[in-house]
């Protein structure tokens, strides 16, 4: 009899245990919280630079909004920057001898090799040079970036014989570019790529033509693609 009292008894406690357990429990989590609450913003930045070593900024330990926010105001500049330039060749109908477009990381001048060249020569037209200085304002907004001036051809004749005409040409945009707009020649890379690097298939005439050109690209440094330009 007394046996089975102690069983009784015993079985009518163990909620106690359950309970107690669930209290320490929630005192262990309202420790832990009040722990985070009492970190400063100095300790996160120390534990931080601590874990992953060397300093870290202001912006991870406030977050990346502020550089992305930089990054978009960037990319955004120079898209529109090439928007207005190509605005003002259209404006005074030269935008069939030069094209312009932004995509990450540089402005790009497509001059096309229909117009600004005779056959087999390297002497710029006159009409190519009146429409860089008709954009002039603009030009010399870029001339202190890095600039990069390649020659292309198409695929009539020897690699060689298109190799030299694609880097001659190259050098006599580099030259006009010196000479009427002052850019510092340290600045300008001059490649001539003859015809390995085709925007379309040499497969006829009009592509022909259209692989025919050279390209002025200013290098604005953008790295990381975050709006839509092309």
Do not use: C
């Amino acid at each position: 009899m007394s046996k089975k009292k102690h069983a009784e008894h015993d079985s009518s406690e163990r909620w106690l245990l359950t309970y107690a357990d669930l209290i320490t429990l929630l005192l262990a989590l309202f420790v832990v919280l009040w722990s985070f609450s009492i970190m400063d913003k100095k300790a996160v930045e120390q534990a931080m630079a601590a874990e992953f070593g060397g300093e870290v900024s202001e912006s991870i330990a406030e977050g990346s909004n502020a550089v992305v926010s930089a990054e978009i105001a960037k990319q955004l500049k120079q898209q529109k920057r090439a928007e207005a330039i190509l605005r003002k060749l259209r404006e005074s109908k030269q935008d069939s001898l030069i094209d312009v477009s932004y995509n990450l990381g540089k402005i790009t001048f497509v001059i096309k090799g229909d117009v600004s060249f005779e056959s087999g020569s390297d002497v710029l037209t006159s009409p190519v040079k009146s429409a860089l200085k008709a954009v002039r304002t603009y030009l010399d907004s870029l001339k202190d970036y890095p600039i990069e001036v390649d020659g292309h051809t198409d695929d009539i004749g020897s690699f060689a014989t298109n190799l030299d005409l694609s880097t001659r040409r190259a050098i006599s945009t580099v030259n006009f570019l010196i000479n009427e707009f002052g850019i510092d020649s340290k600045r300008i890379v001059v490649q001539g790529f003859a015809y390995n690097k085709p925007i379309v298939p040499n497969t006829s005439v009009e592509n022909r033509r259209k692989n025919r050109r050279i390209e002025i690209a200013f290098k604005t440094g953008e790295t990381s693609k975050i709006i839509g330009a092309e």
